[in-house]
């Protein structure tokens, strides 16, 4: 784990003695198996998607808006409201903390490494995995999508068809498209101004003792990271440039998560805000006291703000907005500090899910797709076509992974 030395602080940082170097109690599983659970979410998400309730549909697969990007196989006749809430409530939170845990481990690296060195093997590590998902598995995932819409002429008609639509939807692997821009940038930055990834660790001075100041600034920062977006680009729409993709309003929220990522790295994992007797994980209880209320607000004026069909916008975009920020940065800390408090001891399970996480998620959109088309036949109420499909889209892309793996090369990659 990366520990910046107190002497790499800014010299005008007054560090406590609480922030002083604790030595390592053994090995910090917390960061690996929030992963795990957040690509579990993630897999969640893309399973049960099919049986909301109200979503939009694409009646053809050429013609936009390409509602099939986001609904690929939408099942209208079996649907669940609860499947709506956990779709709406990840969505508020848990890509924003899929960045941050991926701007963890960037200060050690590009330490470790150097910019040239870190660069090369990010863009290697992503690059190579981005080309696949993108251009292999995406197709894959959506043409069921091309099937259920009338689609006809077999693989050639949907290869003609999908060449055809001038955009390339990349599915799942935009946010390695992502991850490789904020890798750049990075590089560049520690190039430039070494002292500045350095500079970062600031941001962990004192939180492992007030993480509630920490919650209210990031809450904060979020709301003034999307409002200003959402306003521009609205709340769905997706900036694109050939296969590479970004939500708008959320293109300075992710960025501005990996920098906070980074920070909280580059103070190190066991100290600061992931500080293993920290009060985040001490209290890991009284963080949802704070997420679960955000999150139900957020809720109610995302659906309220829906029903005053542009009503009175600017106020609602900002209560929205702030909603959104408290419940995305309150939901954030809330998992960090219970997976903190209670993964200090290793298992079997998590390691294994930890170890395959990324595969699991490279792979997982295709699976769920064709698995949802299978059952679309099927006469079974929506909560048991969602749990059904999430249990086998886990089996078969932990276990599809897991022999990947196996494969001499291919193991550097997943």
Known sequence: MNQTRLADLPQNQVVPASAAPRPTPGRNHAVGYLRAFVTLLVLAHHSVIAFMPGMPHSTRFTTPPYM?????????????????????????????LMFLIAGLFTPASLERKGPGGFLRERL????????VSAGLLSPLAYYPAYLVTGGTGGPAGFVKAWLGLGVWNPGPAWFLGVLMGLAVLAAVVRAVAPKAIAGLARLGVGADRKPGRFLLWLALASAAAYIPMCAIF????????GPFALQGSRAVLYPMYF???????????DRGLLAQGGALARRWWAWMLVAVPALLAALAVTLIAGMSKGQNHALWLTLGGLAFGTTCAAMSMMWMGIFRRFTAKASRVWDSLSANAFGMYLVHYAIASWVQLALLPADLPGAVKGAFVFALVVVLSWATTAGLRRIPGVARFL
């Open 124 to 131: 290697s590590r992503l690059g190579i995995p981005f080309i």
């Open 68 to 96: 099939w990007g986001a609904f690929p196989v939408p099942d209208a006749q079996h649907t669940w409201i609860g499947w709506a809430l956990l779709v709406m409530s990840n969505d508020m939170f848990f890509m924003a």
């Open 259 to 269: 920098v906070v990522g980074m920070g909280i790295g580059a103070y190190g994992l």
């Open 234 to 241: 609205g709340p769905l729409e997706w900036l694109t440039l």
